[in-house]
């Protein structure tokens, strides 16, 4: 597989939205929201920009969060990654819980990140922090009543316990598209630039953008709002947004910011979920102005073959609700053994990684040991495929809203088997064809093909992705083997 322009390949592929990133030195980082999903906000570094790799969350105590209290696609929000004065700062949101904006810090990105201190008060989501010349911390976030937005509102605060020491202001009410969210405020020269989303994450997503010499306001919009989407244009990458804004170390500028890569029949499907893309920056009068194929983006290599013999450390494993530790923990006689385990909030955790390439495989190695197990592509709790195993039996179950359906059924002896899970070329309308198959007793039967669309954005809604895993329904199935091999470019 070759290069491809910055504009059609993402750098952080799968369900990674809502990029914040920084520079320290010759070092990037960037932090992802993450929803109902533990560990929360994935944390990246490069030092190229283009090749990236996770080196762990801000969230991985329940401490800090109150992790299978959130419905799907509630949670974590859009996070801010801002370094000063040799500590790294985060600040998120747990929308639909109690706290407000939770501010946590930490000495090195890999963590231990601290427990969050508590901004409320400022009612909302998508906060940003910045110091003035004097000091002085603003929390920049889109003000939110009864689900209405009101705009972009700043306050200042005290950093190191959240107290919000000012009422209010209203800064910018955006172009006069939907939903003005997702404000990062970046300095340049004299300017202060705040950078937000608008359209809503959808095809009328974009990126528009307001100066002011002062972080306070006023704020003037720029007069070629927006300075980036992909609406009504016919590029595979869409709903483009969510910016935010890097210089690199030679004085040169970047962005990076959410898009879609959509597949299939009108209308075109995403089915990885939101990923994080990259782009130039150059600035025409003191604006920024986008360059969508700045860079060439290397192709990357996801695929994954674990057999648990380091156990659950590496921090591509995740669970939707639960921290991964509730659902699996590594066995003695080999793999990890998988536990039923429901979150408070009612979804069924088990033990994920996010799907990251528009067709692939997967091949999980399951031992039910007299229990099941479903290995499962999922969306949320109610869109997902699976292979059953369990009674002597695999059987192909789909989930689609509040219908569950078998879709077929093979004997399988006792012991290990093998669930096969791919998606491949569309024989339907939709972005991909699933098929469901088990490996047993050295024969490969197929049990279902499926229309990809019913696990996509476009038909099963919210802000998540497709995650590839496992789920313990009865027992204390072991999960022996998760390899996932992506198929093409």
Excluded at 106 to 121: K, L, T
Excluded at 264 to 270: K, N
Excluded at 434 to 457: F, H, K, M, N, P
């Amino acid at each position: 597989m070759s290069s491809l322009p910055s504009s059609r390949r993402p750098i952080i592929a799968g369900y990674y939205p809502d990029p914040s990133i920084c520079r320290v030195g010759e070092d990037f980082y960037v932090a992802n929201s993450s929803f109902e999903f533990f560990p929360g906000v994935p944390l990246w570094h490069s030092r190229d920009l283009l090749t990236w790799e996770q080196v762990g969350h801000v969230i991985t105590r329940t401490s800090q969060f109150e992790a299978g209290a959130y419905r799907p696609s509630m949670g974590v929000y859009a996070p801010t990654l801002r370094h000063r004065d040799g500590v790294f700062y985060l600040i998120t949101t747990a929308v639909e819980g109690p706290a407000g904006h939770l501010l946590m810090t930490a000495s090195d990105p890999a963590g231990p990140w601290s427990d969050p201190v508590y901004v409320r008060g400022l009612p909302g989501f998508d906060p940003d922090i910045a110091w003035t010349d004097d000091g002085t911390c603003l929390v920049t976030y889109c003000h939110i009543v009864d689900w209405v937005p009101q705009g972009i509102h700043q306050a200042a605060i005290d950093p190191s316990t959240g107290e919000v020491l000012e009422e209010p202001r209203l800064l910018w009410k955006g172009s006069g598209m939907q939903w003005p969210e997702g404000p990062h405020l970046i300095r340049r020269g004299d300017w202060w630039y705040l950078v937000i989303a608008e359209g809503g994450t959808e095809r009328g997503h974009c990126v528009t953008v307001a100066r002011s010499r002062d972080p306070r306001g006023p704020f003037e919009g720029a007069p070629h709002n927006p300075i980036f989407t992909h609406r009504s244009t016919s590029h595979p990458v869409e709903n483009v947004g969510h910016c935010d804004l890097v210089e690199r170390p030679d004085g040169s500028w970047a962005a990076v910011y959410l898009g879609v890569r959509t597949v299939g029949w009108v209308p075109r499907q995403h089915a990885n979920g939101r990923e994080t893309f990259l782009a130039g920056i150059e600035w025409v009068d003191d604006w920024p102005v986008f360059v969508e194929d700045a860079f060439q983006v290397p192709a990357p290599d996801h695929a994954i073959d674990d057999d648990f013999s380091a156990g659950l450390a590496h921090p591509r494993w995740t669970s939707p609700g639960l921290p991964v530790e509730s659902v699996a923990t590594p066995d003695a006689a080999g793999g990890v053994r998988l536990r039923p385990a429901q979150a408070p909030a009612g979804t069924m955790s088990g033990l994920f990684a996010r799907t990251r390439d528009l067709l692939w495989s997967a091949r999980l190695e399951i031992d039910p040991d007299g229990g099941a197990a479903d290995a499962v592509l999922r969306w949320d709790e109610r869109h997902w495929y699976a292979v059953r195993v369990g009674d002597g039996q695999a059987r192909a179950v789909v989930r689609i809203g509040d219908i569950e359906h078998e879709a077929g059924s093979v004997a399988i002896p006792d012991g290990p088997v093998a669930a096969l899970l791919s998606a491949e070329p569309a024989a339907h309308r939709g972005p991909d064809d699933i098929v469901l198959a088990v490996e047993a007793a050295g024969t490969v039967t197929q049990l279902a093909r499926i229309d990809g669309r019913y696990v996509s954005g476009e038909v099963s809604g919210g802000f998540v992705g497709r995650v590839l895993g496992a789920v313990a329904l009865a027992g204390a199935p072991r999960l022996l083997r998760f390899a996932y091999t992506p198929v093409g470019d």
